[in-house]
């Protein structure tokens, strides 16, 4: 079993991303297939994926990993502003924890 993080270290997360320029939402990190009805959604413009934020955060053979999904603004530029989230997630946890981002949407 991979443990999780506790609620309250994922919400200090959360809110440590949310307060990063750039940063306009944050959504629940998910595989690539199950991103494809959100996908077909937004290109039919009934997108349904609404701002459910979450950030994951797992152990497995003693290595920890941060997923997060962010939107990003249009008036930022989204490289930097992964960066600067990417940045923020090592400077809040572990040494040699592996970070995994995803851009959902530029707003």
């Known amino acids: 079993m991979i443990p999780a993080a506790e609620p309250s270290e994922t919400h200090d997360l959360i809110t440590r991303v949310r307060a990063v320029d750039g940063v306009s ?5 998910r595989a690539a297939i199950a991103q494809i009805p959100g996908l077909i959604a ?35 530029s ?22 995994t981002l995803q851009i959902a949407r530029i707003h």
Request: charged share 25%; net charge negative; hydrophobic share 35%.
């Open 25 to 29: 939402d944050i959504y629940t990190p």
């Open 42 to 76: 937004a290109a039919a413009g009934t997108a349904t994926d609404g701002p459910s934020a979450e950030i994951l955060v797992t152990v497995k053979d003693d290595v920890p990993t941060v997923a997060a999904r962010i939107a990003t603004s249009r008036q930022d």
């Open 78 to 99: 989204t490289p930097d502003t992964a960066r600067r989230v990417a940045d923020t997630l090592l400077a809040h946890t572990p040494e040699g924890t592996r970070i």
